[in-house]
């Protein structure tokens, strides 16, 4: 049984330990931001700095983990059909919709999506790290120089993890325009219990 | 007249707007650790998502500035004789020591000085983001693939910023083999008052 998550919006939930969650792209070309915190003590989060850390590469997929800001490991990639994902850029807002997008409506953004799913958590805005933008396209140039180019995914490509402790998640379907493509598509997922 | 950072350790203090912060490399091939926390409001600190993000690269050198997670200017590169620093991956810590170094003894690490350091001021380890690794050489490949490299640096490199804000700074030398080529040596800096 997959959740919907709405074009533009976002959404927060617990995971056991063990508990397997998949994030599916149901029509392609769609990015959604996933955020994770220990969900006895949210001061413990994911961390892209950790991360690139000990599993020595910026791009993740199925074999590598996204660690913590206190190097523990959260949660395990086992399966990935899209193999291309990013954790170098944070999640768009009203600052960046103003800057990059200064003719179109402002949006809250995912960040501004995530922020509103985690407060019942307990978890305030400056408390959203970098995200694992899931299925985001973000190639760095030779000179380091980044660009946000449209997700390659195709309709029901996902990628799936493994709860390694007890976690509140954030999850989103993207708000920007650049992201997806210039569209705004819906998220699926769903958690299959370890036990 | 510049103040010492001995070998392996850190130090904290702060800046008014304006003022101008320059860290020396005095014997080349060292890293410094830096972060800033907005003064008056600590939960804002710099991103490296953000920076990415607003400054469309992953090299930053004069001409870039730091932003952060509130997508505000924390610190404008000025000048730069280096041209390489890092801001992909965090300070060292026990337990990278522990999993990089397994048959060296444990040091706090940049981490360890840092939260040491920060303390005073209301800051704690958790809130430690990924850090501005001054003089890092972290070459990314095309894959993806991150390795730690010793720095290019030569003796008299330096990095200058401005403070675009009131700050509390947290600075480093480096406490890490890797990063350093296998040596832990000093760095040097200095305040000039923007008035």
Redesign the interface.
């Known amino acids: 049984m997959t959740t919907r998550i709405e074009p533009r919006s976002g959404i927060a939930f617990t995971l056991d330990a063990g508990d397997i969650l998949t994030v599916y792209d149901p029509e392609g070309g769609q990015v959604s931001d996933l955020v994770a915190y220990d969900r006895d003590d949210p001061?413990?989060v994911i961390?892209?700095?950790?991360t690139?850390?000990?599993e020595?590469?910026?791009?993740l997929t199925a074999g590598n983990r996204l660690w913590s800001?206190?190097?523990n490991p959260m949660l395990a990639i086992t399966e990935d059909t899209a193999g291309l994902h990013d954790f170098?850029?944070?999640p768009c807002?009203v600052?960046?919709f103003k800057?990059f997008y200064p003719d179109k409506p402002v949006h809250r953004g995912c960040f501004g999506n995530l922020a509103a799913a985690l407060e019942p958590y307990g978890i305030?805005a400056?408390s959203?790290?970098?995200?694992f933008n899931i299925f985001m396209n973000v190639p760095?140039g030779q000179?380091?120089?980044?660009?946000v180019l449209p997700p390659t995914t195709k309709p029901g490509d996902y990628i799936r993890f493994e709860a390694l402790k007890p976690l509140i998640i954030g999850v989103t379907a993207c708000s920007a325009y650049a992201s997806n493509g210039g569209s705004f598509k819906p998220i699926d997922f769903q958690i299959d219990s370890g036990r």
Chains 1, 2 share one sequence.
């Open positions: 001061r413990e961390s892209n700095g950790r690139f850390d000990l020595e590469t910026i791009h800001n206190r190097s170098l850029l944070t807002s600052d960046t800057h305030e400056d959203i790290p970098t995200a760095v000179n380091g120089k980044i660009e």
